[in-house]
């Protein structure tokens, strides 16, 4: 049976992994423009690397990949890819989109420096609806509401010149697990 989830977990994290289309990257840079929380990130950060579709699963042992583009002053400037292996209690899987912001040109130097690692400091808000707590080297977020009208969000911020957030697209996942996060990044 476990042998059974493993590989249906990993099939969809396949199957979505190659679902991007071209147009996801406007779409999603939109989806995260609606969010009141990103309105000045997007005014005011140096630059930003956007993931349409990250797919994410997990049984004792988990996975998630994505890959994504890095725009500079609203400019394509560079393809990237996230990574993250993670081990714990954990089981299910889910997709979201992910943006990070560069505060400044040191932040995004290091960032596009090749192969960047978020610590386990690093944290992400998650755009979403309703109740929900996460709390991992993946990320911390949380917020409260009955929906998305009545949510009330924690205010993102940046962290070492990066702010992370996150919008999920679907799934069901149950976990505390330490994972690392490694991102690449080729210039175009």
Same mark, same amino acid.
């Given at each position: 049976?476990?042998?059974?989830?493993?590989? +249906?977990?990993?099939?969809?994290?396949?199957?979505?992994?190659?679902?991007?289309?071209?147009?996801?990257?406007?779409?999603? %840079?939109?989806?995260?423009?609606?969010?009141?929380?990103?309105?000045?990130? !997007?005014?005011?950060?140096?630059?930003?690397?956007?993931?349409?579709?990250?797919?994410?699963?997990?049984?004792?042992?988990?996975?998630?990949?994505?890959?994504?583009?890095?725009? +500079?002053?609203?400019?394509?400037?560079?393809?990237?890819?996230?990574?993250?292996?993670?081990?714990?209690?954990? +089981?299910?899987?889910?997709?979201?989109?992910?943006? %990070?912001?560069?505060?400044?040109?040191?932040?995004?130097?290091? !960032?596009?420096?090749?192969?960047?690692?978020?610590?386990?400091?690093?944290?992400?808000?998650?755009?979403?609806?309703?109740?929900?707590?996460?709390?991992?080297?993946?990320?911390?977020?949380?917020?409260?509401?009955?929906?998305?009208?009545?949510?009330?969000?924690?205010?993102?911020?940046?962290?070492?010149?990066?702010?992370?957030?996150?919008?999920?697209?679907?799934?069901?996942?149950?976990?505390?697990?330490?994972?690392?996060?490694?991102?690449?990044?080729?210039?175009?």
């Amino acid at each position: 049976m476990k042998k059974l989830l493993l590989s +249906l977990i990993t099939v969809f994290v396949l199957v979505a992994g190659f679902t991007v289309q071209a147009d996801d990257y406007s779409q999603t %840079i939109d989806n995260f423009k609606s969010s009141p929380a990103t309105k000045d990130f !997007f005014n005011q950060a140096y630059g930003y690397a956007v993931y349409p579709t990250i797919a994410k699963a997990g049984v004792g042992i988990g996975a998630a990949h994505g890959k994504g583009l890095v725009y +500079l002053h609203n400019k394509k400037v560079g393809k990237s890819s996230m990574t993250q292996l993670s081990i714990g209690f954990q +089981l299910g899987g889910q997709v979201y989109s992910q943006i %990070i912001f560069f505060q400044d040109k040191r932040s995004f130097d290091e !960032f596009t420096s090749g192969n960047f690692e978020f610590s386990a400091s690093a944290s992400a808000v998650a755009l979403t609806a309703a109740v929900q707590a996460q709390v991992g080297s993946s990320g911390i977020s949380s917020s409260k509401g009955a929906d998305s009208s009545s949510t009330k969000q924690n205010k993102a911020s940046y962290h070492k010149g990066m702010a992370v957030m996150t919008l999920t697209k679907g799934g069901l996942m149950y976990e505390a697990v330490l994972a690392g996060q490694k991102y690449s990044y080729i210039a175009l």
